[in-house]
């Protein structure tokens, strides 16, 4: 039954981006990256989205609505709180990123106002992420942590963002096999 209203929603939402799709105006792809302002000096070369995670004050919700309601293929870090899926077309690596981890990441403490997303773009290599966020702090972003090395071997800086997001600069060896 779950199966079929996700199939449903599905559908619907598909139909409603075609029709969208018509009536807009031709627009160049998004992944289509200028070349030239690729190669220019002070701009941070982004290869692609790694990780889009949602930061879940309430970790049990979030995996009814993720893994009951929507089926996402979502599976545990061995910590079983952390949930995360490389097999979602579209996105390299989603999860549902506990609060209090995301705040021990960032901080070094496991409370923090509450952000809504974790987002990472990924680099060429792991001492691009220490060039990518000297570019950061030169034009002006407080980073929440210079680049490391984490546990599971990404090599990662944050900053938060305007909006407060967490947004990472990040490579991670894995997703770029």
Do not use: N
């Not at 941070?44 to 049990?60: K, R, Y």
């Not at 705040?103 to 990518?132: H, K, L, N, R, Y």
């Not at 490391?148 to 407060?164: I, K």
């Amino acid at each position: 039954m779950r199966a079929r209203r996700v199939a449903v929603l599905l559908e619907r939402l598909s139909s409603r981006r075609l029709r969208d799709a018509r009536a807009a105006e031709r627009v160049e792809p998004a992944w289509i990256v200028d070349e030239h302002r690729r190669r220019e000096v002070g701009v941070v070369d982004i290869e692609f989205l790694s990780t889009v995670a949602v930061i879940a004050p309430d970790p049990p919700a979030s995996r009814k609505l993720y893994v009951d309601a929507l089926a996402l293929p979502l599976e545990s870090a061995g910590d079983g709180e952390y949930l995360h899926s490389e097999q979602i077309a579209g996105c390299k690596s989603f999860g549902i990123w506990p609060l209090s981890q995301a705040a021990e990441a960032c901080f070094g403490t496991p409370e923090w106002p509450v952000p809504q997303v974790s987002i990472e773009f990924d680099v060429a290599d792991a001492s691009a992420v220490g060039a990518a966020a000297s570019e950061l702090e030169q034009a002006g972003y407080a980073l929440l942590h210079p680049p490391r090395e984490e546990p599971w071997g990404q090599t990662v800086a944050r900053l938060q963002s305007p909006e407060g997001a967490i947004v990472g600069i990040s490579y991670a060896p894995v997703l770029h096999a």
